[in-house]
């Protein structure tokens, strides 16, 4: 007979058993609660009973992360089944309404079927086996909840990598003119300076040829004088 199990992380195994009975499970069983495994919950499903069998105690860290489905008749919890916390592994079998009946295979894909049913539509078991076998990649997501497309991704990456380039250019391109613009001034600076030199340099032969022209014209009037 085939049950499921359904580690405290969520991952779920399809096993075999002989009988299911309470000291068989804990057995079995990788991850435990406190004290001895019990038959929490049970629920109609079809002419069929679907029971669960685990731990509703346990130390921190040892949670169970699985959600079971809601509404499951219990002899003894009064919390919902859809919202108590579990501890170590949980075991799921089927077996007839008729208890002297032999309970049945219960796989993975069955709890599938079952979960659908419970819940409406949303097939806890079947989405977490495939996650688990499948390893299904996650796209990426808007915030409304959007799966995004691939290409759509892929160009939004090189828009941003467009942007960048594009921005970098142009702040290279104002690297380059504010380096011309520095080497332009110290160009006209440096023909400053040799104007201004140039200007010193006029300026000085000017005086010498002013002198020389003094002293010429003292020179003619000393010999005219002497003559005369």
């Known amino acids: 007979m085939i049950i499921v199990q359904i580690h405290r992380d969520g991952a779920m195994d ?17 991850s435990q609660g406190e004290g001895h495994i019990r038959p929490l919950y049970e ?34 919890l009064e919390e919902d089944s859809s919202t108590i916390l579990l501890f170590g592994d949980i075991f ?17 894909s069955m ?12 097939d ?24 995004i497309d691939e290409v759509d991704y892929v160009d939004d990456v090189d828009d941003v990598v467009d942007v960048d380039d594009a921005d970098y250019v142009d702040d290279a391109d104002d690297v ?3 380096g011309e613009t520095i080497e332009s001034e110290e160009e006209e600076e440096e023909e400053a300076v ?7 340099n006029s300026e ?18 000393y010999e005219n004088e002497v003559d005369v």
């Open 14 to 30: 399809e096993i075999e058993v002989e009988e299911v009975t309470d000291s068989s499970l804990q057995a079995l069983s990788k």
């Open 43 to 76: 629920w109609t499903y079809g002419s069929s009973l679907v029971s669960c069998f685990g731990w509703y105690d346990g130390e921190a860290g040892f949670e169970n992360k699985h959600e079971l489905p809601p509404s499951g008749h219990s002899k003894f």
């Open 92 to 108: 799921l079998c089927l077996s007839e309404q008729n208890k002297d009946k032999d309970k049945e295979d219960f796989d993975i």
């Open 111 to 122: 709890c599938g079927e079952f979960y659908h049913k419970i819940l409406g539509g949303f």
């Open 124 to 147: 806890e078991c079947d989405s977490l086996d495939s996650e688990e076998e499948d390893g299904q990649k996650q796209l990426p997501m808007t915030e409304d909840g959007d799966v």
């Open 176 to 178: 380059e003119d504010t």
């Open 194 to 200: 040799e104007t201004e030199d140039e200007d010193d």
């Open 204 to 221: 000085e032969e000017y005086d010498l040829n002013y002198e020389e022209t003094v002293l010429e014209e003292d020179d003619y009037l």
